[in-house]
């Protein structure tokens, strides 16, 4: 019995595939968003002011750091949680590929999140005439908690690893 339980536990993993394949989805969807904003912007390139050009390009980062996210996960996740990715020689694996451990991707979700909110919050202080006190002040704290939980997840592994050695 205890072998049979194992056995669908250690299976359930495959669960996983689907919510990967979904994210795949999510990473064409921010593709299409990326080049509507360009192509929206193409018109306008020569009548937008200075700040306008800067967020929509601050946009266009957003989303390329978002799908780098999205990448960086369905990629290591996968080789972590289901199977080895087999690369053949003709074509070269990411360099982090194989490397990332469960922590390591923790780590790097963490300053993903950071940059991602960094971007956003250089949107919001460079549109401040048009947003209240209150909401930029929010936005600030939220940042700083994004920017307090990666600096204590990375002191957290780098304990984990002393404690190991």
Not at 13 to 35: D, E, H
Not at 101 to 116: C, G, R, W, Y
Request: net charge positive; aromatic share 12%; hydrophobic share 50%.
């Amino acid at each position: 019995m205890e072998k049979h339980v194992e056995r669908i536990i250690y299976s359930s993993r495959w669960l996983l595939f689907p919510v990967y394949i979904g994210l795949s989805f999510g990473f064409v969807l921010l593709t299409a968003k990326f080049f509507q904003q360009i192509f929206h912007i193409i018109p306008e390139l020569f009548s937008i002011s200075d700040s306008g050009l800067i967020l929509t390009v601050l946009s266009l980062v957003d989303i390329a750091l978002v799908g780098g996210l999205l990448v960086m996960v369905m990629f290591s996740s996968y080789e972590n949680f289901i199977l080895k990715m087999t690369v053949d020689s003709q074509h070269k694996k990411l360099s982090w590929m194989g490397k990332m451990d469960v922590n390591s991707i923790k780590n790097k979700v963490a300053s993903s999140i950071v940059a991602i909110s960094s971007v956003h919050l250089l949107k919001i202080f460079m549109e401040a005439e048009k947003v209240t006190d209150n909401k930029i002040m929010w936005c600030v704290i939220i940042h700083l908690a994004f920017v307090v939980s990666a600096f204590g997840m990375t002191y957290i592994d780098r304990m984990s690893k002393i404690q190991k050695h």
